[in-house]
C-alpha cells in the first residue's frame, strides 16, 4: 500500500497559485488546481483553465523539496505557471 501524501507540498504548491492569480487582476477569472500525485515521487499537477481552454504545469517532486527547503519558489515553476496564465487568458478571449 502506498504511503499517503503530506499536505505540506500541495498547500505549498496551492498557495504559491493563490499569490499570482491575487497578484494580476487580469487573471481573477482563471481556475487553478493543484492535483497531488499518481503515486509516491511522480510530479505534482497544476491545472489552469478557463472555459474550454486548458493547461497543465507539471512540478517534478525534487522542484517541490527545494522550494520546502529554501522557502522560495522555484524560478522555472514560476515563470511555467505565468506562461500558462497567460496562454490561457489569450487563448479563452480567441474563443478557443
Known amino acids: 500500500m502506498p504511503e499517503p501524501l503530506q499536505p505540506g507540498p500541495l498547500k505549498l504548491l496551492s498557495n504559491l497559485v493563490q499569490k499570482m492569480v491575487l497578484q494580476n487582476s487580469k487573471f481573477s477569472g482563471v481556475e487553478c488546481r493543484v492535483l497531488p500525485p499518481v503515486m509516491r515521487g511522480q510530479p505534482y499537477v497544476i491545472q489552469v483553465s478557463m472555459g ?3 493547461r497543465q ?3 517534478d517532486p525534487l522542484a ?3 522550494m520546502e527547503v529554501s522557502g522560495q519558489a522555484e524560478a522555472a515553476v514560476v515563470r511555467e505557471l505565468q506562461n500558462s496564465l497567460q496562454n490561457v487568458m489569450r487563448l479563452s478571449q480567441r474563443g478557443h
Open 52 to 54: 474550454r481552454v486548458m
Open 57 to 59: 504545469v507539471i512540478v
Open 64 to 66: 517541490i523539496r527545494r
